[in-house]
């Protein structure tokens, strides 16, 4: 291990912890002004997800991994795909949600409870992930794949026209998903085992043509596209291993 080399990768962590922050104070500075800030806000979502993908990578390639950055990423992930999606989507949609007690007006915000399941779930399962895990499969959602796709809500939903029966069973299946026992695959770990520099080149050449024929203004959409393959896949899988359980117990 490199010690003199650690404040690199930990930099790249705390990045990622100021992304999350500042879509916080974004989606703070939104509030009741428009549906842009939200956009920006959960922009920042995604460039903390980059500093996530990033800081790994960094550490093995300069043989920097330490049990500090360990734990300063887990920090990191809590605030940017626990917190910032949760207060976003607080603002965006849960802040209505009200209830008189007492004859008093908007006493039990009930929209700060279902709110506060994000960050709940995304701390669990970052814990559970830092006593036990497996290297190849991840157990539940990870917690960047669930913040992004809470933080692009704003890009495709508007507020008005889409109802709220949609956006709030969508925020906590997608937090729940996090804690679940469904197992995700790790797809940077058979890019980095089988990766070269001319497969790095061919992928990267393929992107920017998806992107050309897609549009780049339309970038967001293939992102999307992209998180929900990954999420209905882990669904599926798991389906499936529990029909074949359940066909050789009837057996």
Known sequence: MNRKLNWIPNTITLGNLTMGFVSILIASETAGSGSQGYILSGFFILLAAICDGLDGMVARA??????????????????????????????????EYK?????????????????????????????RFNVAHEPGSFTGLPSPVAGVTIGFLPIFLNRDAIPHWVTIPLFLLVAILMVSNVRYGKPQVAIRSKLTPGKAVLMLAAATVLLFFVGFHRWPWLIYGLIFLYIFSGLITFIIHVLQDFRVKLD
């Open 62 to 95: 300069l043989d920097a991994t330490s049990e500090l950055g360990a734990d300063l990423d887990s920090l990191a992930d809590l605030t940017a795909f626990g917190i910032a999606p949760g207060f976003l989507f607080y603002n965006i949609v849960l802040s």
């Open 99 to 127: 209830i008189d007690v007492f004859g008093k007006e908007n006493l039990f915000p009930i929209g700060m409870l279902l709110a506060a399941v994000f960050p709940i779930c995304a701390a669990y399962r970052l814990a």
